[in-house]
């Protein structure tokens, strides 16, 4: 939901030559009733995913809308932002046969999450407070009309100075709040040591972009990248831009990343 605006802008940077697809971290918005989450969505003898909304399920999840939605033939550009980078490492490590031809890892939160400021007080709440949030949040939201949670919404946004009142209502679904707060737990357990070995194995194709004013990546994380991979594109933002970049710099970040691609793209469409 958040993403939407950063992806339109990319599909305007690229002169909507090539489809952008967003995929969202399954159980963070509400889904219809009768549908469930399975390893292949068009096989009706698959199997659900286990632990969908853990971080592992997150990364079947994306990899089962690849396999099932992309066909097999086009190439991918993979863009990840925060726990997303993360999940594109996953996606090179375990799915060798897409052709993948780059991958933008934006504010890259793949090492050593619950030693950061943000992390240092996110690992707490999330991990061993968790179930007090979920009690409090069910409490609070589930009796909570839709017209105040559409109040609500509308006076964040208009403070944002942002749209799409409709999708950010599952903000305040207690449902949703508790599989964040799930998945967040997980990322300050699991992510804690950085890939070197697929890192250093698919390094040609990675784009790395660190930001200077992120609480959740360290300005240090990206020395220790550049030291560890001098040959690497690891790049340090300039702009001073945040890691919620989509709230307020997509454009930037979109036309940027726009650049970083125009290269590959221009193989594309000359192999066409």
């Given amino acids: 939901m958040f993403y939407v605006p950063f992806a339109k802008a990319l599909y305007s940077a690229i002169n909507r ?35 969908i909304y853990g971080l592992s399920g997150q990364i079947e999840h994306k990899l089962a809308f690849l396999r099932t939605h992309v066909p097999k033939e086009t190439k991918l550009v993979l863009i990840g932002h925060s726990i997303g980078s993360y999940i594109c490492l996953q996606i ?35 991990c061993w407070l968790r179930y007090a949030l979920y009690a409090s949040s069910y409490l609070l939201l ?42 967040g737990g997980q990322e300050m357990m699991q992510v804690v040591k950085r890939d070197n070995e697929t890192i250093k194995e698919h390094l040609s194709k990675l784009t790395f972009y660190y930001g200077t004013i992120d609480r959740w990546c360290p300005t240090q994380y990206y020395e220790d990248m550049k030291k560890d991979f001098p040959e690497g594109d690891i ?27 125009k290269d590959d793209l221009a193989k594309i469409d000359a192999a066409e």
């Fill in 17 to 51: 030559r090539f489809p952008v697809w967003v995929i969202s971290h399954a159980g963070q918005v509400v889904a219809p009733k009768d549908k469930k989450i399975l390893a292949t969505p068009d096989d009706p003898n698959a199997q659900e995913i286990k632990d």
């Fill in 235 to 261: 790049r340090l933002c300039e702009k001073k831009i945040p890691h919620a970049f989509v709230l307020y710099s997509h454009q930037d970040m979109a036309d940027m990343v726009a650049d970083w691609l």
């Fill in 92 to 126: 090179l490590k375990h799915a060798p046969e897409m052709p993948i031809i780059r991958a933008c890892l934006l504010f890259p939160t793949i090492e050593r999450m619950s030693e950061t400021p943000n992390g240092r007080i996110a690992t707490p709440l999330l």
């Fill in 142 to 183: 589930k009796p909570c009309p839709e017209t105040v949670k559409s109040w609500l919404i509308r006076m964040v946004l208009q403070r944002m100075n942002l749209q799409s009142e409709h999708s950010l209502l599952s903000l305040l679904e207690p449902f949703c709040l508790a599989n964040a707060a799930y998945l």
